[in-house]
């Protein structure tokens, strides 16, 4: 498999908040500006391919030992370490970011997408490169799906035509249902 075709898939056929349904906390919670939408999706990348890079060489330790079942536990407890790391990196060196993503930035310890990213490298049997690679293509597709999301909630946001029953949260999820229906198009890509 071509590392292009990886990250194509990944973007836009198996993108991992609009066609396998992770990640959806940060990205119905985030996307409301485009600034904050950019900051979760640029860490969200940066987590996902650190937390491949550490996994994926765990998950050939764990099996080694014959002890691979406890994978989840593992990855959960590297994700967590790496977010805290990421977390303090922000604080220090972009505090406006930090404060933007709030309570946000400790949920990508939670973000399913970060430990299904890490997990599928490791069921899909690629090896290190095709892991990194496709752990950024994620990353990439969960930035893309932010930004487009974030631009939607503004015109929706903006739009008085919206009726007051559909107002907040009801149309959000509508628009973001719409959003993954348009993105099933892009089936049978790669």
Same mark, same amino acid.
């Given at each position: 498999?071509?590392?292009? #075709?990886?990250?194509? /898939? ?9 066609a ?5 906390c ?6 409301k500006k485009?600034?904050?939408? !950019?900051?979760?999706?640029?860490a =969200?990348?940066?987590?996902?391919? &650190?937390a491949t890079? =550490?996994?994926?060489? !765990? ?6 030992f014959?002890? /691979?079942?406890?994978? %989840?536990?593992?990855?959960? +407890?590297?994700? *967590?370490? &790496?977010?805290?790391?990421?977390e ?7 505090? #406006? &970011?930090?404060?933007? +993503?709030g309570?946000?930035?400790p ?7 970060? +430990? ?7 069921d899909? /049997? ?9 752990s950024?293509? *994620? /990353? =990439? ?8 999301? #974030?631009?939607?909630?503004k ?8 009726p ?10 509508? %628009?973001?249902?719409?959003l993954? +229906? *348009?993105?099933?198009?892009f089936?049978?890509? =790669?």
């Amino acid at each position: 498999m071509s590392y292009f #075709s990886i990250i194509l /898939g990944m973007i836009l056929v198996n993108n991992y908040v609009l066609a396998q349904f992770l990640g959806i906390c940060p990205f119905l919670g985030v996307s409301k500006k485009l600034d904050s939408s !950019v900051g979760m999706g640029v860490a =969200v990348i940066f987590v996902m391919v &650190l937390a491949t890079a =550490v996994t994926w060489p !765990v998950q050939l330790l764990l099996d080694s030992f014959g002890i /691979g079942y406890l994978q %989840t536990i593992v990855f959960i +407890l590297v994700i *967590a370490s &790496l977010v805290q790391f990421v977390e303090m990196a922000l604080k220090k060196f972009i505090p #406006s &970011l930090h404060k933007a +993503l709030g309570v946000f930035l400790p949920l990508i310890t939670t973000n399913c997408a970060v +430990l299904g990213v890490c997990i599928t490298n490791i069921d899909e /049997g690629y090896n290190y490169i095709q892991a990194l690679v496709n752990s950024f293509g *994620a /990353g =990439v597709g969960f930035l893309l799906a932010m930004v487009i999301f #974030s631009g939607m909630r503004k015109k929706i946001d903006d739009n008085p035509a919206v009726p007051k029953a559909f107002q907040g949260s009801p149309i959000v999820l509508v %628009t973001a249902a719409l959003l993954s +229906l *348009a993105f099933m198009g892009f089936g049978g890509l =790669v």
